[in-house]
């Protein structure tokens, strides 16, 4: 079992930069592929990012490439959502995923863990 807790939401206008933490419970946590949702008012929820055990692997959807990265600190159990760049596009709620095992994947489906939501704000 795995709870996973996101913070660093806001307000931020285009142009500025957010960075978004999830912090996970439980002692397995580097064995679990991270990812990176959001959900904008009258959409579905769209995959961002994703990060494999290591931090060595990582995907990003087309629209957040060049401005968003993800990292994490397996010592603190803390995945991290760089957003620069940001865009009124890009608001939205986002969460924060866990998936055992060592695939990535993209889709909500694969993930079994999953956070509250945090609201990331941009406005123009």
């Known amino acids: 079992q795995v709870q996973l807790v996101e913070s660093g939401g806001g307000l931020v206008q285009a142009g500025g930069s957010l960075r978004l933490s999830c912090a996970a419970s439980?002692?397995?946590?580097?064995?679990?592929?991270m990812g990176w949702f959001r959900q904008a008012p009258g959409k579905e929820r769209e995959f961002v990012t994703a990060i494999g055990w290591t931090g060595l692997t990582t995907y990003f959807a087309d629209s957040v490439k060049g401005r968003f990265t993800i990292s994490r600190d397996n010592a603190k159990n803390t995945v991290y959502l760089q957003m620069n760049s940001l865009k009124p596009e890009d608001t939205a709620v986002y969460y924060c995923?866990?998936?055992?095992?060592?695939?990535?994947?993209?889709?909500?489906?694969?993930?079994?863990?999953w956070g509250q939501g945090t609201q990331v704000t941009v406005s123009s």
């Open positions: 995923a866990a998936r055992s095992g060592p695939i990535v994947v993209h889709t909500s489906s694969g993930y079994n863990y």
């Open positions: 439980g002692r397995t946590f580097s064995s679990y592929v």
